[in-house]
């Protein structure tokens, strides 16, 4: 059966252009439209739709608030399609993500008719997969947080004189990776002392207002790594779009050519290769929610090298394919829950 699904979009060109992408393939079906969150909540009862497609801007109620009252009355998976046009997109959107959407998707421009076939199947594709994901409606959290002041609430203090090899440490996300390294780092004391390195698979455009998000709420630095700069502590590396992240022989990185026999970009599995072969046995890989088998390898290569594994448990994955497939390696030594991560790190830190 295809995947029905709801688009919300008050532009009546952005709108088209979505319909002409989807009604192409028998594997989805457009089962409603609505120009803002008040249509689509009255419409959704009706329509019952496995997936939502929502804009951020609209009114009367904008995709934030339809967001909030989705996960509350009747949750299913949301994809948000906008781009960053306004100063506050990026708080705004990813604000969408912790209210409960799943992922982020480029809007479609007028311009990319040359580009139809590729935007068309990934825009599916990622609908279909969407359509897989069980949501739950939304509650006030519990889960481990940081507040502002530097103290971990829910946490207890790093054991003193704790002592540990660790130098660096590796994140590999997917789907609901934003949400999960969010959840992370936020958790982190503002002197951690190992540097964080992560691949974040996320569409085109959106890595800048990811940083800029986590910026806002972390204690520690966020960037974007940078060719020839060596990874420091208090500081969480993401790398770019468009290219993998190693390391040269001095440790310092550098950036790897995408091309479509590479799989995924960034790679999960070329960056923690590249973490083993540079840190050894004092690299930690940590891989999150996402679906596809992307870090399996990269596992593999640290483990191998004396390092420490870890994957998410399936009770916090969005998507549990990716850290799955890890476990079922046999290359994992760590299954966490995403509010056990924090704490793990912390603990295995030397302070």
């Not at 967001?67 to 299913?76: D, I, L, Y």
């Not at 440490?169 to 190992?194: C, E, R, V, Y």
């Not at 995924?264 to 596809?292: K, M, N």
Request: proline residues 5%; hydrophobic residues 40%; aromatic residues 6%.
């Amino acid at each position: 059966m295809p995947t029905k699904v709801l688009l919300v979009e008050d532009s009546p060109i952005a709108l088209e252009l979505i319909k002409r992408l989807l009604t192409d393939s028998a594997e989805v079906e457009i089962v409603g439209t609505a120009q803002n969150g008040r249509e689509a909540l009255d419409l959704i009862p009706k329509v019952n739709p496995d997936v939502i497609c929502s804009d951020l801007h609209m009114a009367p109620i904008d995709g934030l608030e339809l967001t909030k009252q989705v996960m509350a009355k009747f949750p299913r998976p949301i994809l948000v399609i906008s781009n960053f046009v306004r100063e506050n997109d990026t708080k705004h959107i990813f604000g969408l993500l912790q209210a409960g959407a799943v992922d982020i998707f480029p809007k479609p421009a007028s311009s990319d008719y040359t580009d139809y076939a590729r935007v068309q199947h990934r825009l599916i594709a990622k609908i279909k997969m969407l359509s897989q994901v069980t949501v739950k409606a939304r509650t006030q959290s519990s889960e481990l947080r940081s507040d502002r002041s530097g103290n971990l609430v829910g946490v207890a203090s790093p054991l003193e004189n704790r002592s540990s090899a660790l130098r660096a440490i590796a994140i590999g996300a997917s789907t609901g990776g934003p949400q999960a390294i969010h959840k992370i780092i936020t958790s982190l004391p503002a002197d951690f002392p190992i540097p964080i390195i992560c691949a974040q698979h996320i569409g085109d455009g959106f890595l800048t207002g990811l940083i800029t998000w986590l910026k806002e709420d972390s204690q520690l630095q966020v960037k974007i790594a940078q060719m020839g700069e060596t990874p420091a502590p208090k500081t969480v590396y993401f790398a770019p779009e468009r290219a993998h992240l190693e390391f040269d022989a001095r440790g310092k990185f550098i950036y790897s050519n995408f091309t479509t026999a590479t799989g995924t970009c960034p790679s999960i599995d070329t960056l923690f290769q590249a973490v083993a072969r540079t840190y050894g046995s004092a690299s930690a890989s940590i891989l999150l929610t996402g679906s596809g088998t992307d870090g399996v390898v990269g596992t593999e290569a640290i483990q191998a090298a004396g390092g420490t594994t870890i994957a998410q448990d399936e009770h916090g994955c969005l998507i549990f394919e990716m850290s799955k497939s890890a476990i079922a390696s046999g290359w994992v030594k760590h299954v966490l829950g995403l509010s056990e991560i924090a704490p793990f790190l912390i603990d295995k830190s030397e302070y």
